[in-house]
């Protein structure tokens, strides 16, 4: 890139890390856990929000944010499963950024909620520059996507909380090796938790609902 | 996006759109038929690359330009096959542009070549905005990632003159309904060819040979 490139971008990534701080003091003052759910198209980010709406909302109020390049296929899969869901689409953009966040922020009553799950655009790349402003950053890994990824795009998995690796039913049916992927990932990020889950059947789902609400609990205390 | 923005953006589109009809003149040139790899992450380019290697190699010489954010992962692979790989790696850009695909050319001696295929970037959005200058677009969608992608990433499936849908001996274990796919793929692009293939099992793969040995030999003649 060339120096007024370079400078064009700096300037975008801090005026978005500013609106992002923002975001966090908003969703802070409603005690309101997030997280900002990225991965790869495909991976199984609505379908891990799916999931997470069934088994939770009973018990908690959850917010969906969703980003998508095009159509409303991902809010109304959320709305359906029984969460309140706000479409976001980006008309183009690679990425979801702090702005978006604030301005679908304002559109809900945000103490009435206890989970708010921002679902990004599947982009292994993009996202992982800009900071919403959410509690935690969450990525869903992908079986058949392979297991040279944490190598081939550092920058998203440097930069998560915890990466739930989905679709293990498919472990039998392609090459993945799963301890290349969990050495390649804790050279990037060695404090990382890893949860194991299959959407599709359902195993492992309990370890990574467990997780989800002993931050929403952890959260309210603070 | 603000004005300043849009018109940074249009200037790098038309900057990138100049030299990438220089790229294409230069391989006119030098009669090399080229593709410019598109798909998700793991939706198999590097697989798809490294059998069409083994299944040409012996009547055609093939240049392999990788693209990737970090490592020689794919390099190595497109080598070990028997072509010859220039790795580019991007450094955290999201996708190849002109510029990238114009300085790997100068490394080679593209007469010696019959096939140049560029394996872009793992990304379902940015790369569909960057004109390489090659002969052909082809993306590879994978049915692990759901049939709903063209409806959700149209940018990318409306520019392509070819979709490779690959890990087809997946579809007894996942949800994916070819109809729906090929419906969502028409609406944006209804000359488009479809070619289902497993990379794996080998299925389809002779139709995608076919595909390619009639296109490089088409090229020559013009």
Redesign the interface.
């Known amino acids: 890139?060339n120096e007024q490139?370079i400078q064009?971008v700096q300037n975008?990534l801090s005026a978005n890390d500013a609106i992002a701080e923002n975001n966090r003091q908003t969703l802070k003052q409603a005690h309101l856990f997030s997280i900002n759910l990225m991965a790869?198209?495909?991976a199984g980010k609505t379908t891990l929000i799916e999931q997470t709406v069934k088994h939770l909302s009973e018990r908690y109020c959850i917010l969906v944010i969703d980003g998508?390049?095009?159509?409303t296929?991902d809010a109304d899969r959320a709305t359906a499963a029984g969460a309140t869901a706000i479409q976001i689409n980006t008309g183009?953009?690679?990425h979801l950024d702090a702005v978006m966040i604030s301005k679908a922020l304002q559109q809900a009553q945000l103490e009435m909620f206890d989970l708010l799950i921002v679902e990004n655009?599947?982009?292994?790349?993009?996202p992982a520059s800009f900071d919403l402003g959410t509690s935690m950053n969450v990525l869903i890994a992908?079986i058949?996507?392979?297991h040279?990824?944490p190598?081939?795009?550092?920058?998203m998995y440097r930069g998560v909380d915890l990466v739930v690796l989905n679709?293990i039913?498919?472990l039998p049916?392609?090459?993945f090796d799963v301890d290349f992927f969990r050495k390649g990932l804790e050279a990037l990020n060695p404090s990382v938790e890893i949860i194991q889950v299959s959407c599709?059947t359902g195993q492992g789902l309990s370890s990574w609902i467990n997780w989800l609400e002993t931050k929403i609990k952890a959260y309210r205390t603070t």
Chains 1, 2 share one sequence.
């Open positions: 890139m490139r064009i975008i790869s198209p495909g998508d390049i095009a159509t296929f183009g953009e690679c655009v599947g982009n292994l790349v993009c992908s058949p996507e392979g040279d990824k190598h081939k795009y550092p920058s679709k039913d498919l049916y392609v090459e599709r």
